[in-house]
């Protein structure tokens, strides 16, 4: 990024290597907040003639930021590491994440501020209020436990499958929202299936992540209490951290994060 110091212009080796060492250019505004810069020899060459210069138009990426943004979403926290994601993505698709970042769609979480690299996070509505009824009964405290059939993604936002057969059912009947990245489903160690809407779940994962950066280890109470939603909730939410390496479960019910 150009820097302007005093009377100096300061250019990092990328810029440096596309103007070139040694060259003159003259600076010519254009708009509020753009210049122009053009080599000298240019200008000579055309001297008493006009000089076009054609700016590009910025591009569409539209379909890339989407790409990018459900890529994220999918994705495994170890995959969404800054330096790591980059290397998934193509050209265009690097540019819409730098305009996701500006734009504050994108942002980075770090569990920990010493940490010298975070995670890609897709930034969410704010929650529903308690009166809307688009908030889910596993978004209270105070919900009741469940049967664990009787949890539904209208009312709970997740499910619980136990068996293959289920859980191959759930996957045929789920296939469309699963391959648009609306809903995520893992076969969990202890043996169930699960699955949740992506929504609530990259969202109580921001949640319990920074839950833990005030303390490494907590029970499933705890963690409920902290994030004021059920306890079911919360296990499932666990559930898929543990399916991606973030925390483990040391004993019954106490879950403690270890990267």
């Known amino acids: 990024m150009a820097k302007v110091i005093g009377k100096n212009i300061t250019l990092n080796s990328e810029e440096t290597s596309l103007l070139g060492e040694g060259k003159e250019f003259e600076l010519i505004p254009n708009n509020k907040g753009v210049f122009l810069l053009i080599d000298k020899s240019l200008l000579k060459e055309k001297e008493g003639q006009q000089v076009c210069v054609s700016v590009p138009q910025k591009e569409n990426l539209e379909e890339e930021a989407q790409q990018v943004i459900g890529l994220i979403k ?24 730098l305009e996701l970042i500006l734009k504050g769609t994108v942002f980075v979480f770090k569990l920990n501020e010493t940490y010298k690299k975070g995670v890609y996070r897709v930034k969410e509505e704010e929650l529903p209020t308690e009166n809307n009824p688009e908030k889910k009964e596993s978004e209270s405290i105070n919900a009741p436990e469940k049967p664990f059939d009787k949890y539904t993604l209208e009312e709970d936002g997740f499910l619980i499958i136990k068996g293959k057969e289920s859980a191959a059912r759930a996957s045929f009947q789920f296939e469309k929202d699963i391959k648009e990245g609306l809903l995520k489903g893992i076969k969990s160690f202890d043996g169930n299936y699960y699955l949740i809407q992506t929504d609530l779940l990259q969202n109580y994962i921001s949640k319990a992540m920074g839950a833990f950066t005030k303390k490494s280890t907590q029970s499933l109470e705890e963690l409920s209490t902290n994030l004021k ?23 019954k019910g106490m879950i403690s994060y270890i990267r």
């Open 74 to 97: 999918q994705g495994k926290l170890g995959d969404l590491v800054e330096g790591k994601f980059e290397l998934t993505l193509n050209e265009k698709q690097k540019k819409a994440l």
């Open 229 to 251: 939603v059920s306890k079911m909730l919360m296990k499932v939410i666990c559930e898929f951290l543990k399916d991606e390496g973030e925390v483990m479960e040391r004993k």
